[in-house]
């Protein structure tokens, strides 16, 4: 079984809306179309609000 990665540029974090990473491991039922990058300073303030950081 093949494994499949999606890996986001320096700089910046993958995200599906829900779940964020800098390397992810797509599902069987996942599609790297899901996925989109968004800046490591976005990131920081969606967790800064959701009060995670």
């Known amino acids: 079984m093949e ?3 999606i890996t986001a540029p320096e700089g910046m974090i993958l995200t599906n809306g829900s779940a964020y990473g800098y390397r992810i491991a ?3 039922l996942d ?3 899901n996925w989109y ?3 490591i300073e976005e ?3 969606i967790m800064k609000e ?3 950081l």
């Open 3 to 5: 494994i499949k990665t």
């Open 37 to 39: 990058e968004i800046p």
């Open 31 to 33: 599609s790297a179309e």
């Open 26 to 28: 797509l599902g069987s």
């Open 43 to 45: 990131y920081e303030r």
């Open 50 to 52: 959701d009060e995670v």
